[in-house]
């Protein structure tokens, strides 16, 4: 039952929009009798335009910047040399033994 009423309830407003869909065209210049010479609309004054403020179109905007000092190489790198070890040596101290017997269940 609450599809019936749904589906009229969307029925019924389909009907509705397509009834003042056709009533707004019917004002349209589509509905003036053939051979009938359209209304003009009032011409209107047309505002010159400010100058643009903007950069000119195609030209460059970015700022130009001068060199303030002559380039000069980079120090000698402090750190490790690249690629090469940077920890200390490690040794052990005592020999490794293998752990004892696992206690819990067995794996799969």
């Not at 029925?11 to 019917?26: E, I």
């Amino acid at each position: 039952m609450p599809n019936v009423i749904r589906s009229t309830i969307l029925g019924v407003g389909l009907l509705t929009g397509v009834a003042f869909a056709a009533h707004a065209q019917t004002n349209n210049v589509a509905a003036l009798p053939p051979g009938a010479p359209a209304a003009t609309p009032p011409a209107a004054a047309v505002a010159v335009s400010p100058k643009y403020v903007g950069p000119a179109p195609g030209g460059l905007w970015s700022t130009k910047e001068a060199q303030t000092q002559p380039v000069q190489p980079s120090p000698k790198y402090v750190g490790p040399a690249p690629g090469g070890l940077w920890s200390a040596q490690e040794s052990h101290t005592q020999p490794v033994t293998p752990s004892g017997q696992y206690p819990g269940p067995r794996p799969n």
